[in-house]
């Protein structure tokens, strides 16, 4: 559950995700990048996104789609409305990622592929915050990232 979750991992998650939302157009960019991956590492996502799966991930075409974009932005603008519940409103988190889980299965989104999401958030957050992503930033965000997902797949099996 994501109430287990230290102050200083929380502290780690939210200084270097604010560096993050501190880059221009930070949805968009961060958002590219994590779809990206996400679309190059499991290339099923791309059919769940309505994209077909032969799709080339590097494609002007994709990365300027208007759906890629608002895509990309959405995830990003969710994952900072869950940051910030992180602490004070820890309880209420676990409740919404909780239905969250459920809503995903219901697109389609099995538990195999958070991990694989895990990775690309990762890749993103490597590529956008450069050398300030050290290997305690790293820790934190896999630790704060794994009870996010835990939540989320505890709510689909809830809702089997």
């Not at 559950?1 to 991992?9: F, K, P």
């Not at 221009?24 to 290339?43: N, R, V």
């Amino acid at each position: 559950m994501v109430r287990e979750l230290s102050y200083t991992t929380i502290t780690h998650v939210m200084e270097s995700w604010e560096q993050v939302r501190r880059m221009k157009d930070y949805e968009t960019t961060a958002g590219k990048i994590l779809f990206q991956q996400l679309f190059k590492k499991e290339p099923k996502t791309r059919v769940l996104f309505g994209f077909p799966i032969d799709l080339d991930t590097d494609s002007q075409e994709l990365l300027q789609s208007k759906r890629f974009l608002m895509h990309a932005s959405y995830l990003i603008e969710m994952l900072d409305t869950a940051l910030q519940m992180l602490g004070p409103d820890i309880d209420l988190l676990t409740e919404i990622m909780l239905d969250l889980g459920a809503k995903h299965q219901r697109y389609g989104v099995g538990p195999d592929m958070f991990p694989v999401m895990g990775e690309a958030l990762l890749y993103t957050l490597k590529a956008t915050l450069k050398g300030d992503f050290t290997k305690d930033i790293e820790q934190a965000w896999i630790e704060t990232y794994k009870e996010l997902s835990g939540d989320m797949i505890r709510g689909q099996k809830l809702k089997k």
